[in-house]
């Protein structure tokens, strides 16, 4: 595995001691300790890197009283807790995320609120399907509709594909 030492880490994150201690003692990125006997080395991976980069651009727009809400929210609802690979939008101490689907809508749980409101964990953006999808469910369910006369179904439909 290849590290990174405190040095190192501070010049890539550009960040100061104060804050990579302080990440440490909450215990969102810990380093390791080298193997050497003396002196003790700390040692950072590319990943853990990575991670402090994107806390300090969080940390640009939320406390870090707010970071530490989300890390802990995503670990007691079972998501990764890191940072680093999530969409997080930031707006007036909200912070919501941008979570992947496979059927590529988006879903945005806010994973932060603010310190009166409890909303941590509602999905806030319930998206409509393609439109394709939507005219093919129509489509599906004039075929087996017993309501719906399919030819003049089809021809209005056709009619007003006609028009646009």
């Given at each position: 595995m290849?590290?990174?030492?405190?040095?190192?880490t501070l010049?890539l994150t550009?960040?100061s001691p104060?804050?990579?201690?302080y990440?440490?003692?909450?215990?969102?990125v810990v380093?390791?300790?080298?193997d050497?006997?003396?002196?003790?080395t700390?040692?950072?991976?590319?990943?853990?890197?990575?991670?402090?980069?994107a806390?300090?651009?969080?940390?640009?727009?939320?406390?870090?009283?707010?970071?530490?809400?989300?890390v802990s929210?995503?670990?007691?609802?079972g998501?990764d807790?890191?940072?680093r690979?999530?969409?997080?939008?930031?707006?007036?101490?909200?912070?919501?995320w941008?979570?992947?689907?496979a059927?590529?809508i988006?879903r945005?749980?806010r994973?932060a609120?603010?310190?009166?409101?409890?909303?941590?964990?509602?999905?806030?953006?319930?998206?409509?399907?393609?439109?394709?999808?939507?005219?093919?469910?129509?489509?599906?369910?004039?075929?087996?509709?017993?309501?719906i006369?399919?030819?003049?179904?089809?021809?209005?439909?056709k009619?007003?594909?006609?028009?646009?």
């Amino acid at each position: 595995m290849e590290s990174f030492t405190r040095r190192e880490t501070l010049a890539l994150t550009r960040s100061s001691p104060g804050r990579l201690s302080y990440l440490a003692r909450i215990g969102i990125v810990v380093p390791q300790k080298s193997d050497t006997p003396s002196p003790v080395t700390l040692l950072y991976t590319w990943e853990q890197i990575l991670e402090i980069r994107a806390i300090n651009v969080l940390r640009q727009k939320a406390s870090f009283q707010t970071i530490r809400k989300i890390v802990s929210f995503l670990e007691s609802c079972g998501f990764d807790k890191k940072l680093r690979d999530k969409h997080l939008v930031v707006l007036n101490d909200e912070v919501d995320w941008v979570m992947p689907d496979a059927a590529e809508i988006p879903r945005i749980m806010r994973v932060a609120g603010k310190n009166s409101q409890k909303t941590e964990g509602q999905f806030l953006l319930m998206a409509i399907p393609p439109l394709s999808d939507l005219i093919k469910d129509v489509w599906e369910t004039a075929c087996s509709s017993k309501v719906i006369d399919f030819e003049s179904f089809k021809n209005r439909v056709k009619a007003h594909s006609d028009q646009e």
